[in-house]
């Protein structure tokens, strides 16, 4: 979704949005506001009953249950957001056996939007999640339950995690969702891999 709002300088600035759910009136966006954000004064100031421009939300991707028996999710910060209706479309449904594995990257666990969701996504027996945290962590900081893994997302990691997969199955799409090199480095790692990953579906 494309929000337009209006500066600290009067000024006109528009940013991209991805809603985690949208239907009963109403629309939940994970937003990060940042203290020189440019929008995020616009929106940091709105009070209930205040009204906003937006268009969207635009695109999607058209899950069909069971067509994977894997599906790997590399994302980085609110990247996790397009990958929030689709992981909670395929454990809400009891027939569908698919396995999600997501990875995601974030300097701190105290970074993670969306901490309340990973602990009750968790609880599927179809779901696994992996914290790549580029900041060292005391271990008392992991959630109960979580993995971690300490320093930047790399080839290594990457690889580790499709040769896992394909251990299981051949049969499983990669998901990537976050920064352009973000992205760029996920694909180029999976693609250098022999054989080389193609069934890569990008946010």
Known sequence: MIFRGITDKAKTVTRQYTPISVGNGSIDLPIKLYSAGRLSYYLRNLKPGDFCDFRGPFGGYEYHANKHSHLLMFAAGTGIAPLVPLIDLVLANDLDNTFVRLI???????????????????????????????AKEEESTIPFGMKARHGKLDETLVQEEVVDIRRRSENFALFVCGTIPFEKDVINYARKMQPSVENVIRF
């Open 104 to 134: 995601f990257c974030c300097r701190h666990v105290s970074d993670i939007l969306l901490l309340d969701m990973f602990k009750r996504w968790r609880q599927h027996w179809n779901f696994s999640v992996l914290l790549c945290l580029s």
